[in-house]
């Protein structure tokens, strides 16, 4: 079946560090996107990624898609303390048919900030 | 306007009560989806509705949980009888069609069974 990997599953940096997280997918993905869980909250969407190749900025947060849109990262510049949380790469999961929404999530990538 | 509500946000019972877990989606949103996370096996998709039509429900674990959907405002996970290992975040999440695939989660509800 679909699955979406992420890489690393934990990542402890120092506050001021640059962190990434990666994402593969083992189908092809009409798109990808990327949650936000603080640590005690819930999932948070932060970003869709639609095109081929593509790239969006949210200030320190720079995402990108793959050309062959299997895959995705994640990278922050210069974390700070508020970085903390997981962060989660969904695709639409797709097996033929309609899957109203239906998403694979990663794994997640659990960030510490150490101040 | 209001996110995905939950209730209860903390639920603690014993062994063998049975449990309701209850979702209200964002108003308007077709596609509702209830998860169970855990440290161990992580973010799980238990099941969904369309419309309020349950559409795949291969996530249930046992027998022991159902879900219903009886209005586009109101969703019900139960589990009976409840057991230790049920002991997770519960997270209800909608989406609208049309609006792509993203998800809005609910605040969960924390489960514990003792």
């Known amino acids: 079946g679909q699955q979406v990997m992420q890489i690393p599953q934990y990542q402890h940096v120092q506050e001021g560090e640059d962190f990434t997280t990666y994402c593969n997918s083992s189908?092809?993905?009409?798109?990808i996107q990327w949650y936000k869980q603080r640590p005690g909250g819930h999932p948070v969407f932060l970003i869709q990624?639609?095109?081929?190749?593509e790239v969006k900025k949210q200030k320190r947060l720079t995402f990108q898609f793959g050309e062959a849109k299997k895959n995705s990262s994640l990278h922050i510049t210069a974390t700070q303390t508020t970085d903390v949380g997981t962060y989660f790469c969904?695709?639409?999961?797709?097996?033929?048919?309609?899957?109203?929404?239906?998403?694979?999530f990663g794994q997640g990538t659990i960030l510490t900030v150490h101040p | 306007d209001a996110g995905v509500i939950q209730s209860p946000r903390h639920e603690v019972t014993e062994m063998g009560q049975e449990v309701t877990l209850r979702c209200k989606p964002i108003?308007?949103?077709?596609?509702l989806f209830w998860y169970r996370q855990t440290m161990m096996r992580g973010l799980e998709l238990l099941i969904y509705?369309?419309?309020?039509?349950?559409?795949?429900d291969s996530g249930m674990p046992e027998d022991r949980f159902s879900a219903k959907m009886p209005n586009a405002s109101f969703s019900t996970l139960k589990i009976q009888p409840s057991e230790p290992r049920d002991s997770a975040v519960y997270f209800c999440?909608?989406?609208?069609?049309?609006?792509?695939?993203?998800?809005?989660f609910g605040p969960g509800t924390r489960l514990t069974v003792l």
């Open positions: 969904a695709g639409p999961f797709n097996a033929g048919g309609t899957s109203y929404g239906k998403l694979t």
């Open positions: 999440a909608s989406r609208i069609a049309g609006g792509g695939d993203t998800q809005y």
């Open positions: 990624l639609v095109k081929s190749g």
């Open positions: 108003s308007g949103h077709n596609s």
């Open positions: 189908t092809t993905l009409s798109n």
């Open positions: 509705f369309n419309n309020n039509v349950p559409i795949d």
